[in-house]
């Protein structure tokens, strides 16, 4: 009996302890009340990978222990794709008790006479889409916390139009912080949106309304100009990165067009852009019998990587080139994500289902899927995809933080893996790369600098070096369509150190380099 006892009372003192949280992850939390302190409703801008989840879930249970007083519910608004990593974090980890997750009809049992039911301190956890449309509910009565995860997200116009009623929320609710990796994911303009979205919903109704935001003209308004003062004055933000001591081999991988594929670019005009990039990755979407070279360096670099029994996960921002490369790596046992939607221009950001089980059974360690395929949209934030320790994003983006979200999926703190990433770029035979993708190279360049530029210019030194992948191969790449090839040699020529340098594209365009071919 009294063994019985103490064992009960060791599984009580287990199931209340607080998960481990590193040294990072408790100073973000003490900055969390701190900033609440001071009147200031904190935004939580740790690098991805180092547990911004378990930040918010901690910090809800240390709330709910020093405000016993408060008896309000606490609203955590987060991407739907996140549901299930929430719900880990905050009732496997957290050992929280009363959450209720309010993502489908279901919810309505919380809800009587257009207002909120709860018990006091209940955590309600529901989307960005969801929560505006019950923003009349919450309304009635404010929680008395609320959290939103991923906060770039927002920065969209179509989901800033939704989310501009739960602006109005954010005015009503004494305690509330926010997530992100990625503050500013295309420019200034969204370190301001964020700010407002806490701090100033009127004047963030007036500049969408009047189109500021989509003009980004921030910078030639009045009220810009207190707002910067105010960031530079105050901690609103908590940057926060930790070194894990990964192996990461990041590195652009050349690889000269064939003549028959590259002839074809000048078909398209300054309007089909969308239609150029697909053309590039897939020519065979467009009536023609022969594959791009980026897809012989997939196929070629997924045998190799099976072979050795490691898996890889390949980004893109369209379906087209994923659907055709899912039925070419059919040995591979692979997996797709890129939602329900026939539109091959539907870019949602929203998991699906049956996205959601492919990813799952890619995770699973006794599954044999070698290849996980999915739209960088979809699953480029958010999801941890370490069980992989090889990415290939397909395509480069105006948008440089989609990027570095992306590898994120595999750069995590728990990876135990040396991570490779690989950028596939097309050149010509000298080895510059071609204008489709110089264009995206100048315009990822110049918006890394201009979000450093911006960190600098409030106060953030420290974190303002961002940058893109400076190494790549001394030669490129040149793929045979009729050539068979050795059983390994791909690996070898991208992975060897002696065969890499530091580049810099804008310097070196003009530098002349031999074209290797790999044959039998």
Same mark, same amino acid.
């Given at each position: 009996?009294?063994?019985?006892?103490?064992?009960?009372?060791?599984?009580?003192?287990?199931?209340?302890?607080?998960?481990? /949280?590193?040294?990072?992850?408790?100073? +973000?939390?003490?900055?969390?009340?701190?900033?609440?302190?001071? &009147?200031?409703?904190?935004?939580?801008?740790?690098?991805?990978?180092?547990?911004?989840?378990?930040?918010?879930?901690?910090?809800?249970?240390?709330?709910?222990?020093?405000?016993?007083?408060?008896?309000?519910?606490?609203?955590?608004?987060?991407? +739907?794709?996140?549901?299930?990593?929430?719900?880990?974090?905050?009732?496997? =980890?957290?050992?929280?008790?009363?959450?209720?997750?309010?993502?489908?009809?279901?919810?309505?049992?919380?809800?009587?006479?257009?207002?909120?039911?709860?018990?006091?301190?209940?955590?309600?956890?529901?989307?960005?889409? %969801?929560?505006?449309?019950?923003?009349?509910?919450?309304?009635?009565?404010?929680?008395?916390?609320? %959290?939103?995860?991923?906060?770039?997200?927002?920065?969209?116009?179509?989901?800033?139009?939704?989310?501009?009623?739960?602006?109005?929320?954010?005015? @009503?609710?004494?305690?509330?912080? +926010?997530?992100?990796?990625?503050? /500013?994911?295309?420019?200034?303009?969204?370190?301001?949106?964020?700010?407002?979205?806490?701090?100033?919903?009127?004047?963030? @109704?007036?500049?969408?309304?009047?189109?500021?935001?989509?003009?980004?003209?921030?910078?030639?308004?009045?009220?810009?100009?207190?707002?910067?003062?105010?960031?530079?004055? @105050?901690?609103?933000?908590?940057?926060?990165?930790?070194?894990?001591?990964?192996?990461?081999?990041?590195?652009?991988?050349?690889?000269?067009?064939?003549? =028959?594929?590259?002839?074809?670019?000048?078909?398209?005009?300054?309007?089909?852009?969308?239609?150029?990039?697909?053309?590039?990755?897939?020519?065979?979407?467009?009536?023609?019998?022969?594959?791009?070279?980026?897809?012989?360096?997939?196929?070629?670099?997924?045998?190799?990587?099976?072979?050795?029994?490691?898996?890889?996960?390949?980004?893109?921002?369209?379906?087209?080139?994923?659907?055709?490369?899912?039925?070419?790596? /059919?040995?591979? =046992?692979?997996?797709?994500?890129? &939602?329900?939607?026939?539109?091959? *221009?539907?870019?949602?950001?929203?998991?699906?289902?049956?996205?959601?089980?492919?990813?799952? @059974?890619?995770?699973?360690?006794?599954?044999?899927?070698?290849?996980?395929?999915?739209?960088?949209? /979809?699953?480029?934030? &958010?999801?941890?995809?370490?069980?992989? =320790?090889?990415?290939?994003?397909?395509?480069?983006?105006?948008?440089?933080?989609?990027? %570095?979200?992306?590898?994120?999926?595999?750069?995590?703190?728990?990876?135990?893996?040396?991570?490779?990433?690989?950028?596939?770029?097309?050149? *010509?035979? #000298? &080895?510059?790369?071609?204008?489709?993708?110089?264009?995206?190279?100048?315009?990822?360049?110049?918006?890394?600098?201009?979000?450093?530029?911006?960190?600098?210019? %409030?106060?953030?030194?420290?974190?303002?070096?961002?940058?893109?992948? #400076?190494?790549?191969?001394?030669?490129?790449?040149?793929?045979?369509?009729?050539?068979?090839?050795?059983?390994?040699?791909?690996?070898?020529?991208?992975?060897? *150190?002696?065969?890499? #340098?530091?580049?810099?594209?804008?310097?070196?365009?003009?530098?002349?380099?031999?074209?290797? #071919?790999?044959?039998?």
């Amino acid at each position: 009996d009294i063994c019985e006892t103490i064992i009960k009372e060791i599984i009580k003192y287990e199931s209340f302890k607080a998960p481990s /949280m590193s040294t990072l992850q408790k100073d +973000a939390q003490d900055f969390i009340f701190d900033a609440w302190k001071r &009147g200031i409703n904190p935004i939580i801008a740790l690098d991805m990978g180092c547990g911004k989840t378990r930040v918010a879930c901690t910090t809800i249970k240390r709330f709910q222990k020093e405000n016993k007083e408060e008896k309000g519910y606490i609203l955590v608004v987060i991407p +739907a794709g996140l549901k299930a990593d929430w719900k880990d974090e905050l009732e496997k =980890n957290n050992n929280l008790k009363n959450c209720a997750y309010l993502f489908d009809n279901s919810r309505s049992k919380y809800f009587n006479n257009n207002s909120i039911q709860y018990v006091p301190q209940q955590v309600f956890v529901t989307s960005y889409d %969801i929560a505006a449309i019950d923003y009349e509910k919450y309304k009635s009565k404010p929680p008395v916390m609320i %959290i939103y995860d991923e906060l770039q997200s927002i920065n969209t116009s179509k989901i800033l139009e939704k989310c501009l009623v739960l602006a109005e929320l954010n005015e @009503k609710v004494k305690y509330k912080f +926010a997530l992100s990796g990625t503050p /500013m994911q295309n420019d200034t303009t969204e370190f301001f949106v964020n700010y407002c979205f806490f701090h100033d919903s009127d004047f963030l @109704k007036k500049a969408y309304k009047s189109k500021l935001i989509k003009q980004d003209s921030w910078e030639a308004d009045e009220t810009f100009k207190r707002i910067k003062q105010e960031l530079k004055s @105050k901690n609103y933000y908590f940057f926060g990165r930790e070194d894990n001591k990964l192996h990461v081999d990041e590195k652009f991988v050349p690889i000269i067009i064939a003549d =028959n594929h590259y002839k074809e670019l000048n078909k398209f005009g300054k309007n089909e852009r969308q239609d150029e990039m697909q053309y590039l990755l897939n020519p065979r979407d467009f009536g023609f019998d022969f594959d791009s070279a980026k897809t012989l360096f997939v196929k070629q670099i997924v045998k190799e990587l099976a072979s050795k029994n490691e898996k890889v996960i390949i980004f893109s921002y369209y379906k087209k080139p994923l659907r055709y490369l899912y039925k070419e790596l /059919m040995k591979y =046992n692979p997996t797709l994500a890129i &939602g329900k939607s026939l539109d091959d *221009d539907d870019s949602s950001e929203i998991i699906d289902l049956d996205s959601r089980k492919e990813i799952e @059974k890619f995770k699973d360690p006794k599954n044999k899927s070698m290849v996980l395929l999915g739209t960088i949209k /979809m699953i480029g934030t &958010g999801e941890n995809l370490e069980v992989a =320790n090889h990415l290939i994003i397909l395509d480069l983006w105006w948008n440089p933080m989609v990027i %570095i979200q992306a590898m994120y999926r595999i750069k995590r703190k728990s990876q135990t893996k040396p991570v490779h990433i690989y950028f596939p770029i097309y050149t *010509d035979k #000298k &080895g510059s790369p071609i204008d489709s993708e110089k264009n995206y190279l100048e315009t990822m360049n110049r918006k890394i600098k201009s979000y450093n530029s911006f960190l600098s210019s %409030i106060g953030y030194d420290q974190y303002a070096n961002r940058t893109l992948p #400076k190494i790549t191969l001394k030669e490129p790449l040149f793929f045979d369509q009729n050539a068979s090839y050795k059983k390994d040699w791909l690996l070898e020529e991208i992975q060897t *150190d002696e065969k890499t #340098k530091v580049v810099d594209w804008f310097k070196d365009s003009k530098k002349k380099v031999t074209v290797i #071919k790999k044959k039998v």
